[in-house]
Protein backbone atom coordinates (compact mmCIF):
# COMPACT_ATOMS: atom_id res chain seq x y z
CA UNK A 1 0.00 0.00 0.00
CA UNK A 2 0.69 3.95 -0.49
CA UNK A 3 3.13 5.68 2.20
CA UNK A 4 2.63 6.42 5.25
CA UNK A 5 3.04 3.28 6.87
CA UNK A 6 0.29 3.73 9.34
CA UNK A 7 -3.47 5.25 8.47
CA UNK A 8 -6.11 5.93 11.08
CA UNK A 9 -8.56 8.24 9.77
CA UNK A 10 -11.31 6.85 6.92
CA UNK A 11 -10.40 9.71 5.00
CA UNK A 12 -7.06 8.58 4.69
CA UNK A 13 -8.54 4.68 4.23
CA UNK A 14 -10.25 5.72 1.52
CA UNK A 15 -7.28 7.83 -0.18
CA UNK A 16 -5.30 3.99 -0.21
CA UNK A 17 -7.77 2.20 -1.66
CA UNK A 18 -8.59 4.72 -4.53
CA UNK A 19 -4.83 4.84 -5.15
CA UNK A 20 -4.33 1.04 -5.60
CA UNK A 21 -7.59 0.80 -7.77
CA UNK A 22 -5.95 3.86 -9.82
CA UNK A 23 -3.39 1.24 -10.59
CA UNK A 24 -6.01 -0.80 -12.68
CA UNK A 25 -6.63 -0.25 -15.89
CA UNK A 26 -9.68 -2.51 -15.83
CA UNK A 27 -11.78 -4.24 -12.42
CA UNK A 28 -9.69 -5.79 -10.14
CA UNK A 29 -10.94 -9.28 -8.60
CA UNK A 30 -10.24 -10.79 -5.28
CA UNK A 31 -10.43 -14.53 -5.06
CA UNK A 32 -10.15 -15.73 -1.31
CA UNK A 33 -8.24 -19.01 -1.18
CA UNK A 34 -8.36 -19.35 2.22
CA UNK A 35 -10.16 -18.13 5.17
CA UNK A 36 -10.14 -18.49 9.19
CA UNK A 37 -12.12 -16.49 11.95
CA UNK A 38 -11.60 -16.88 15.91
CA UNK A 39 -14.13 -15.24 17.69
CA UNK A 40 -14.62 -14.24 21.72
CA UNK A 41 -17.08 -12.39 23.10
CA UNK A 42 -16.21 -9.36 22.14
CA UNK A 43 -13.01 -9.39 19.54
CA UNK A 44 -12.11 -11.66 16.17
CA UNK A 45 -9.37 -12.21 13.89
CA UNK A 46 -10.17 -12.92 10.56
CA UNK A 47 -6.81 -14.49 8.66
CA UNK A 48 -7.45 -15.06 5.03
CA UNK A 49 -5.00 -15.22 1.99
CA UNK A 50 -6.67 -14.47 -1.52
CA UNK A 51 -5.52 -13.76 -5.44
CA UNK A 52 -5.93 -10.48 -6.20
CA UNK A 53 -6.13 -10.18 -10.03
CA UNK A 54 -6.03 -7.69 -12.77
CA UNK A 55 -4.82 -5.61 -15.60
CA UNK A 56 -3.17 -2.25 -14.94
CA UNK A 57 -0.06 -0.20 -14.55
CA UNK A 58 1.76 -2.42 -12.78
CA UNK A 59 1.40 -4.17 -15.66
CA UNK A 60 2.95 -2.12 -18.26
CA UNK A 61 1.33 -0.85 -21.47
CA UNK A 62 0.28 -4.17 -22.95
CA UNK A 63 -2.61 -4.49 -20.15
CA UNK A 64 -1.03 -8.05 -19.43
CA UNK A 65 -2.97 -9.25 -16.36
CA UNK A 66 -1.22 -9.14 -13.43
CA UNK A 67 -1.82 -11.58 -9.97
CA UNK A 68 -0.58 -11.09 -6.80
CA UNK A 69 -0.99 -13.49 -3.84
CA UNK A 70 -2.05 -11.56 -0.62
CA UNK A 71 -2.45 -11.89 2.80
CA UNK A 72 -5.17 -10.31 4.87
CA UNK A 73 -5.37 -9.91 8.54
CA UNK A 74 -8.38 -7.79 10.37
CA UNK A 75 -9.11 -7.65 13.65
CA UNK A 76 -12.63 -6.54 15.49
CA UNK A 77 -13.84 -5.70 18.03
CA UNK A 78 -17.69 -5.31 19.56
CA UNK A 79 -18.39 -1.71 20.15
CA UNK A 80 -21.84 -0.28 21.55
CA UNK A 81 -23.28 -4.13 20.59
CA UNK A 82 -21.69 -3.94 16.65
CA UNK A 83 -18.67 -5.74 15.38
CA UNK A 84 -16.26 -2.66 13.91
CA UNK A 85 -12.97 -2.99 12.35
CA UNK A 86 -9.83 -1.89 14.36
CA UNK A 87 -7.24 -2.88 12.13
CA UNK A 88 -6.81 -3.91 8.71
CA UNK A 89 -3.76 -5.51 7.33
CA UNK A 90 -2.86 -6.63 3.45
CA UNK A 91 0.56 -8.08 2.88
CA UNK A 92 2.50 -9.62 -0.32
CA UNK A 93 5.47 -11.80 -0.67
CA UNK A 94 8.72 -9.85 -0.63
CA UNK A 95 10.66 -11.42 -3.45
Given at each position: MPAPLQR?????????????????????SFYPREMNVTTGKDVAFVTATLLCAGAGAGAGADGVRTELDVRLTIGLRK????????HEHHSVPAS
Open positions: SASTFYSKVWRDFFEWASSPVLAGRWTVV
